[in-house]
Each structure stands twice: as structure tokens, then as C-alpha cells.
């Protein structure tokens, strides 16, 4: 899990006026179990969220984290490598080594209250410096333009200005170091993906719950109020009940947005592929038969739509190969496909 994956607890166990401690996986060689940016949190009576090693050396960590809380000490670094024998030695065994920063977390810094408004809704690039006199300063900054926070020393400040635009365009989290080697973590942190379903059955209730969970951003369309009740659908951002068309416009959706078509009703489903398509959204799949794909498909080459285009559209929807018969299954399936499309994944392939 990533920092922003156990910011809510950090903010529970803080508002309970308990100290709490992060760790954050810096930097791996080899194999590591968690990329770089995995995060556990622990307060100090002990509770834990997220994982840096998937429990390899979790134990260890979350003792130097209570110790750190116990002692108030400064930030400190831990390293971890392979085991010769798992049975008696801390380490992973994946083979691989990993670098972590332990700290405690200051709910009053402006960094974290930046972070929560902006994140949701623009790129951020997260610095933190984790080696030196300055270790623990954060800085952010917003793809909008804003930023909060400072760094003592100017030649962090330098670093970030100059790798900011690269973090935004390669999205990736890394480490850098200034001439005295002291180091700096820059954490990318993309928007939730947005997810449009359209239409409102049980399948479409399994996949909001279950996309919600695990961070996409899900917003609910059928201009159908009785058959789509916003309150089927708590963990949806929003409930639109409105025409395909004209939903999308209210939602801004463009070709960032995932679209999962469920309706299974032709007066709902072609317009809203017809409008998915013309705005590039990154996936489009299509609940049916293939006899109700080749209905739909033959509806929208009426329309204009191109067979080339129509080929990028993903349907039956959801991977066969897991045999999903329940509207939970199904929704398994589908979210898995979409998971797959976006990661470019081999799966991803008809």
C-alpha cells in the first residue's frame, strides 16, 4: 500500500490523540516483494495498515516504528536483505534488498492536508527527505500549479524543480541525491482512475462496491431513478440520472474515464458507447451475449461508427476464463479486464 492508501488510519489514530509512526520503501534492488513507495503505518498502541514486504520483515519495522514513537527519536533508514536462514535472521525472502525510511507522522503539517485536497483530483509529486540534517521535511507540489510545504536546504528545492516535470510525465516514484549524498524521495501520486457504469442491476452494484475498494473513482449512470437509486450505491462518487449523452457531459468524462456498459438495453447502450468512443475513454466494455454484441455493433455502424473503432470496445464483457456466474463474479471478471487493459497486460488481449 501506498502512503496515500493509509492515510485514512493515520488520520483515525491521530483525531484518537495516539502518536503514530510510517515507513516508506525508498528504494529495491532485485526482487522486491512491494514497489517502491509501499508504506506501513503503525500507532503507537501497536495497530498496524498497509505493508512494505508483505510480511517478510514487517514484524521488525513496526518494532523500530514503536521504538521511534517510544524514544522520539529523529527519522532513521533500515536496510533489509536476503536471509541465509528464515528460520533465525530478519530479511526476505525474495533475495532482493530494500531501503526504508521510518518517521513520525505530524498530522499538522500542511503537507498532508495539501495532499488529501489535491490528490483526488490532480497528479502530486510528494518530497521527502530521508537522509541528512533536514531528514523528514516534505515538500508537494500540484500538477494545478500549487504546492505546500519547504525545504531549509536549497538545493532540494533545486531538485525539485528540476525533476518535477518528469516525475508528472513518466509517473513514477524515485530517489535522488544532492552533492553532499543526502537523499530525497519523490513519490508520484496519480488521481483515481474514474470508472462511468452505466446502467443499475446487481452486477453494476458488485462492481461499484468492489472497484471503489480497491481506488477507482465510480460514478453511476442510468436516467432511470427507480431502477438506479443513489442510495444502492454508497460508494459511488456520484449517481446520475440521466441519458447517456448527457451524463457523460455532467461527469466530464474524457479519455482518462474507464466505461463498463451493463445496461443491457440498446436504447442506453449505443449511445453510450457511440459517446465513450468519441471521447477516447481508455475502456469501453459491453455487458452481452455475442448475439446482443453483433445487435449493438451493427446499431452503431448505422450510427457512423467505424469497424476500427468498434473493435477497441471490449465485449462479452469480463475474462471467461474464471467461469463468473453470480453478478459478484461477474464483477470479479470485469474489474479484472479493466485491470488488465490499463496495465497493458497480456490478459488485456481478445
Same mark, same amino acid.
Given at each position: 500500500?501506498?502512503?496515500?492508501?493509509?492515510?485514512?488510519?493515520?488520520?483515525?489514530?491521530?483525531?484518537?490523540?495516539?502518536?503514530?509512526?510510517?515507513?516508506?520503501?525508498?528504494?529495491?534492488?532485485?526482487?522486491?516483494?512491494?514497489?517502491?513507495?509501499?508504506?506501513?503505518?503503525?500507532?503507537?498502541?501497536?495497530?498496524?495498515?498497509?505493508?512494505?514486504?508483505?510480511?517478510?520483515?514487517?514484524?521488525?519495522?513496526?518494532?523500530?516504528?514503536?521504538?521511534?514513537?517510544?524514544?522520539?527519536?529523529?527519522?532513521?533508514?533500515?536496510?533489509?536483505?536476503?536471509?541465509?536462514?528464515?528460520?533465525?535472521?530478519?530479511?526476505?525472502?525474495?533475495?532482493? +534488498?530494500?531501503?526504508?525510511?521510518?518517521?513520525?507522522?505530524?498530522? +499538522?503539517?500542511?503537507?498532508?492536508?495539501?495532499?488529501?485536497?489535491?490528490?483526488?483530483?490532480?497528479?502530486?509529486?510528494?518530497?521527502?527527505?530521508?537522509?541528512?540534517?533536514?531528514?523528514?521535511?516534505?515538500?508537494?507540489?500540484?500538477?494545478?500549479?500549487?504546492?505546500?510545504?519547504?525545504?531549509?536546504?536549497?538545493?532540494?528545492?533545486?531538485?525539485?524543480?528540476?525533476?518535477?516535470?518528469?516525475?508528472?510525465?513518466?509517473?513514477?516514484?524515485?530517489?535522488?541525491?544532492?552533492?553532499? @549524498?543526502?537523499?530525497?524521495?519523490?513519490?508520484?501520486?496519480?488521481?483515481?482512475?474514474?470508472?462511468?457504469?452505466?446502467?443499475?442491476?446487481?452486477?453494476?452494484?458488485?462492481?461499484?462496491?468492489?472497484?471503489?475498494?480497491?481506488?477507482?473513482?465510480?460514478?453511476?449512470? @442510468?436516467?432511470?431513478?427507480?431502477?438506479?437509486?443513489?442510495?444502492?450505491?454508497?460508494?459511488?462518487?456520484?449517481?446520475?440520472? +440521466?441519458?447517456? +449523452?448527457?451524463?457523460?457531459?455532467?461527469?466530464?468524462?474524457?479519455?482518462?474515464?474507464?466505461?463498463?456498459?451493463?445496461?443491457?438495453?440498446?436504447?442506453? @447502450?449505443?449511445?453510450?458507447?457511440?459517446?465513450?468512443?468519441?471521447?477516447?475513454?481508455?475502456?469501453?466494455?459491453?455487458?452481452?451475449?455475442?448475439?446482443?454484441?453483433?445487435?449493438?455493433?451493427?446499431?452503431?455502424?448505422?450510427?457512423?461508427?467505424?469497424?476500427?473503432?468498434?473493435?477497441?470496445?471490449?465485449?462479452?464483457?469480463?475474462?471467461?476464463?474464471?467461469?463468473?456466474?453470480?453478478?459478484?463474479?461477474?464483477?470479479?471478471?470485469?474489474?479484472?479486464?479493466?485491470?488488465?487493459?490499463?496495465?497493458?497486460?497480456?490478459?488485456?488481449?481478445?
Amino acid at each position: 500500500m501506498s502512503l496515500r492508501e493509509v492515510m485514512n488510519e493515520l488520520k483515525t489514530w491521530s483525531s484518537e490523540g495516539r502518536a503514530c509512526g510510517i515507513a516508506i520503501l525508498y528504494q529495491a534492488q532485485h526482487s522486491s516483494p512491494r514497489p517502491v513507495g509501499a508504506c506501513l503505518a503503525v500507532a503507537e498502541d501497536g495497530r498496524m495498515a498497509g505493508a512494505i514486504s508483505m510480511g517478510c520483515v514487517e514484524s521488525d519495522i513496526r518494532e523500530n516504528l514503536l521504538d521511534l514513537l517510544q524514544n522520539k527519536t529523529p527519522p532513521r533508514l533500515l536496510h533489509y536483505g536476503a536471509a541465509d536462514d528464515m528460520l533465525l535472521e530478519i530479511g526476505l525472502t525474495c533475495g532482493g +534488498e530494500i531501503d526504508v525510511l521510518i518517521a513520525r507522522f505530524d498530522p +499538522e503539517h500542511p503537507v498532508w492536508s495539501f495532499l488529501h485536497e489535491k490528490a483526488d483530483r490532480f497528479p502530486c509529486a510528494l518530497f521527502l527527505v530521508i537522509h541528512g540534517p533536514c531528514a523528514g521535511e516534505l515538500r508537494c507540489l500540484s500538477a494545478d500549479g500549487s504546492e505546500a510545504g519547504a525545504f531549509t536546504d536549497p538545493r532540494f528545492e533545486s531538485i525539485v524543480q528540476k525533476e518535477t516535470p518528469a516525475l508528472f510525465k513518466h509517473k513514477r516514484s524515485q530517489c535522488f541525491k544532492n552533492e553532499q @549524498d543526502e537523499k530525497l524521495f519523490a513519490q508520484y501520486f496519480a488521481p483515481p482512475t474514474p470508472l462511468a457504469i452505466i446502467g443499475g442491476n446487481p452486477i453494476a452494484m458488485a462492481l461499484c462496491d468492489l472497484a471503489a475498494r480497491i481506488g477507482f473513482d465510480v460514478t453511476i449512470i @442510468d436516467p432511470r431513478s427507480s431502477v438506479a437509486p443513489a442510495e444502492y450505491y454508497p460508494a459511488a462518487r456520484a449517481v446520475i440520472h +440521466e441519458w447517456p +449523452e448527457a451524463a457523460m457531459q455532467t461527469a466530464g468524462v474524457d479519455n482518462q474515464w474507464c466505461i463498463a456498459v451493463l445496461s443491457h438495453d440498446q436504447k442506453l @447502450d449505443v449511445p453510450a458507447i457511440e459517446t465513450a468512443l468519441l471521447r477516447n475513454c481508455r475502456y469501453i466494455g459491453l455487458l452481452g451475449s455475442k448475439a446482443t454484441q453483433q445487435k449493438r455493433r451493427e446499431a452503431l455502424l448505422e450510427r457512423g461508427v467505424t469497424e476500427e473503432r468498434l473493435n477497441t470496445v471490449y465485449g462479452p464483457i469480463g475474462f471467461k476464463g474464471i467461469g463468473a456466474i453470480t453478478s459478484a463474479e461477474i464483477a470479479v471478471s470485469i474489474l479484472a479486464e479493466i485491470i488488465a487493459s490499463l496495465h497493458h497486460a497480456p490478459l488485456a488481449g481478445r
